[in-house]
């Protein structure tokens, strides 16, 4: 069923776009009882939600004051319960683990930046605290502590499998009648006077509201009457795996250009590049040989081993974060995540769902 036709249900709802940001709106909207559809223009989830680490961090993502900076912190906090939320709704298991970070400095250079960022991050409201080398020996024996000049632990960074959760939140649509649309673009919307017309792949759907969740697509769909929302961007990252028996990373690890944290499936992860290409997928094997030496280079064990597995992603880009209206009641933008799109769902969505609930309720 979608709301396509002459009569348009007084509270419908699209969301163009199906990564975690659309489908936890959607969710979030369908528990309000909203009818959603979900548009997406290949496959749920397979963008920017797939390819991301799953990195649940203030304290590596965020030096400076901004409304994603308050939003990431407020998100944070939001995680343990919507997954706990998420896990009971469909009856999985997503792995979250609320392991903390450790963030090392290789020079005195680095470690003065690493000291001058944490003081101003416990401003912001992100704890972290030194840590000596003889207790990194000992927490995390599989470091390089040589030439190690420093480093702090930030107790309240965590990750999520990303993919799990878009797993999860499929499912969690699904229980709730939601209508997820794939391989269908939407191309173009045009506010009339009591909604929106929507055309996508499936040709022209109105709607009572439209939200943008389009990640680094967003910027692409077409608007009519109303100003043309700001630009998005592609900012894409490199990442490698290596399949591991052991649990040899358990907490994130973050030294000089290397996050590297470890799933409880057992894949350890390393990233991530930022590259300003356009929408171009091709790994390329310089990078990922620089991923890999700068992982060796802090967990040496890695150095032995050859990554098993490499990919790309696009992150979200724009101007700022946008969530919210759009010069009417009717669209909304959620984009411009950039690197904390994973972080930002359970904030992102209770925002949305409740200024669009409020906007048509009003109405
Ligand atoms: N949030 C990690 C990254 O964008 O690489």
Redesign the pocket.
């Given at each position: 069923m979608n709301s396509s036709g002459p009569s348009r249900p007084a509270r419908s709802i699209a969301i163009a776009g199906g990564g975690i940001i659309g489908l936890s709106v959607a969710w979030r909207l369908a528990q309000r009882g909203f009818p959603v559809t979900v548009y997406d223009q290949s496959t749920l989830g397979g963008e920017a939600s797939w390819a991301?680490?799953g990195?649940l961090?203030p304290g590596?993502?965020v030096d400076e004051e901004s409304d994603l900076t308050s939003a990431a912190i407020a998100s944070r906090r939001m995680y343990s319960s919507f997954v706990a939320e998420l896990e009971q709704a469909t009856h999985s298991t997503i792995d979250y683990q609320e392991c903390g970070a450790l963030e090392l400095a290789y020079s005195g250079e680095e470690l003065e930046a690493l000291e001058r960022r944490a003081a101003f991050q416990a401003t912001l409201g992100i704890p972290s605290k030194a840590i000596s080398a003889g207790s990194i020996r000992a927490f995390w024996p599989r470091v390089q502590t040589e030439k190690l000049a420093g480093a702090r632990f930030y107790p309240e960074d965590g990750i999520v499998n990303p993919r799990q959760v878009v797993t999860a939140l499929i499912a969690a649509n699904r229980s709730l009648w939601v209508t997820l649309v794939e391989n269908c673009p939407v191309s173009c919307l045009k506010l009339a006077d009591e909604g929106v017309d929507l055309t996508s792949g499936n040709g022209v759907s109105k709607y009572a509201a439209v939200i943008v969740a389009a990640g680094a697509w967003s910027g692409g769909i077409q608007i009519a009457g109303v100003p043309q929302p700001p630009a998005s961007e592609p900012?894409k990252?490199h990442?490698i795996g290596y399949r591991q028996p052991d649990q040899t990373c358990t907490t994130i690890i973050r030294g000089t250009n290397i996050?590297l944290l470890q799933r409880a499936n057992g894949l350890l992860l390393a990233?991530?590049s930022?590259e300003r290409v356009g929408f171009e997928r091709e790994v390329n094997p310089e990078i990922t040989a620089k991923l890999a030496a700068d992982a060796g280079a802090v967990l040496p064990h890695l150095a032995e081993t050859t990554p098993t597995e490499s990919w790309t992603g696009f992150?979200p880009g724009s101007d700022a974060l946008h969530v919210g209206p759009w010069h009417s009641n009717r669209l909304f933008l959620a984009y411009g995540h950039?690197?904390?799109?994973?972080?930002l769902a359970p904030w992102t969505a209770d925002v949305l769902a409740d200024t669009i609930a409020a906007s048509l309720e009003t109405r």
């Open positions: 991301g680490a990195m961090a590596g993502e900012v990252g990442l996050y990233g991530a930022v992150r950039f690197r904390n799109g994973i972080l």
